[in-house]
């Protein structure tokens, strides 16, 4: 029943959506949506310099990241088919220790680190604040 009433909703928010869209672009004109495009921009630019930055540590380190993808590449399919990590756990902690990493330590690591590194969700959350508070003209500080 829980699940029956979030479809409802998740198919009413693209109606939803599509209507605050259509709204802005018929009060404001079609340039309302240029500050969102920035956005959508300036956060597919962020990620490529985190990709490119983590990619450049990573090969410091002498770890391929490629063959790394590979060996986990079944894990890879699952969580893109079902849009969730957790699908995942149970595999990617047997694979990690056949690669010789210590129970006690994968036990502890992999699953703080799907709760706690979420780089992607953190990178567009703090993009998405500077975006709403430029939009309504509040200034803020380096610091905040």
């Not at 990493?101 to 959350?125: E, H, K, Q």
Request: hydrophobic share 55%.
């Amino acid at each position: 029943m829980l699940f029956g009433m979030v479809r409802i909703v998740m198919k009413g928010a693209t109606l939803g959506a599509f209507g605050a869209m259509a709204f802005a672009v018929g009060t404001f004109g079609v340039g309302s949506g240029a500050p969102l495009l920035k956005l959508i921009g300036a956060f597919y630019i962020t990620i490529t310099f985190f990709v490119v930055v983590l990619g450049a540590i990573c090969r410091l380190a002498a770890f391929s990241v490629s063959s790394f993808i590979r060996y986990i590449g079944s894990e890879f399919l699952i969580v893109l088919s079902t849009s969730s990590s957790e699908a995942a756990l149970p595999q990617m902690l047997d694979k990690l220790e056949r690669l010789g990493c210590s129970r006690s330590i994968v036990g502890l690591v992999v699953p703080a680190d799907y709760s706690f590194n979420l780089d992607g969700t953190n990178i567009y959350m703090t993009m998405a604040v500077l975006f709403i508070s430029h939009i309504f003209n509040v200034d803020l500080s380096w610091e905040q």
